[in-house]
């Protein structure tokens, strides 16, 4: 069994996304226990403390497809910001849940519109509010 990512989240983000799942009915999204345990697992610091190189919320991340070397970018939004852009991923889809924390270089199972996963990993992050200083998005 594969030995998961270590995962750094900020005291703000976490606060945040816990008051967001108490405001929800429970059961009302897919990857509700996904998102607890990741919460539950991860580091939780101030966010001055949060390296540059972790996804955060409002964080914009670059990928490359492993197996085609292809890039793509997306931004880890709040259920509230998540639009019908293909660039923005929401905290309660699995997949979004599943990239809160993670670090520049950890791999991820990205699941492909056809059906089907495809690894990729987090190339960059091209913006993290904690690194700009903008900690109100």
């Known amino acids: ?6 995962l750094i989240i900020s005291s703000l983000d976490a606060d945040r996304l816990y008051d967001l799942m108490e405001s929800l009915p429970a059961g009302s999204f897919a990857g509700e226990k996904e998102l607890e345990a990741e919460l539950g697992r991860a580091t939780i610091v101030e966010p001055k403390d949060v390296p540059s190189t972790v996804v955060t919320m409002n964080s914009t991340v670059n990928f490359i497809v492993e197996s085609t070397q292809e890039e793509f970018t997306k931004t880890l939004v709040y259920p509230k910001n998540a639009d019908a852009s293909a660039d923005k991923i929401s905290i309660l889809a699995p997949v979004g ?3 809160l924390g993670l670090s520049q270089g ?3 199972e990205w699941p492909k ?3 089907g996963l495809i690894k990729v990993k987090i190339k960059a992050i091209t913006y ?8 109100h998005r």
């Open 1 to 6: 069994m594969n030995k998961k990512p270590e």
């Open 97 to 99: 849940s599943a990239l």
């Open 128 to 135: 993290q509010p904690e690194r700009a200083g903008e900690l």
């Open 113 to 115: 519109p056809s059906g």
């Open 106 to 108: 950890d791999e991820i």
